[in-house]
């Protein structure tokens, strides 16, 4: 199994900066993708920002030049930087993994995982 925690979500003033956390654990074997998703009340979780294994990286128009997303490979951590940030931003946001991880006695590939969630509220 694969465990992911979120960190450093909170309060925060519309044009302040937070920056979330999150670290896997578990029998993981490599990381094909990392991402941040986002949710509010009554819509779809939406992507964020997402990393891949060779360090190329995507991000939703509406965070493009105010979120970075990276990654440390030997600790199995992404990251979240997020600047500017608007009353938009409110949300729930949630890390996400696609590994290659030992289930039992074989190896498994593209298996997902969710992290509990971080709450993000910036106020006007």
């Known amino acids: 199994q694969v465990q992911l925690v979120e960190s450093g979500g909170g309060l925060v003033q519309a044009g302040g900066s937070l920056r979330l956390s999150c670290a896997a654990s578990g029998s993981i074997v490599s990381i094909n993708r990392m991402a941040w998703y986002r949710q509010t009340p009554g819509k779809q979780r939406e992507l964020v920002a997402d990393?891949?294994?060779?360090?190329?990286?995507d991000y939703a128009d509406s965070v493009k030049g105010r979120f970075t997303i990276s990654r440390d490979s030997a600790k199995n951590t992404v990251d979240l930087q997020m600047n500017s940030l608007k009353p938009e931003d409110t949300a729930v946001y949630y890390c996400y993994c696609n590994v290659e991880a030992w289930v039992a006695i074989r190896v498994y590939s593209d298996l997902e995982f969710w992290g509990q969630g971080t709450l993000v509220t910036v106020s006007p």
């Open positions: 990393i891949r294994s060779a360090g190329n990286t």
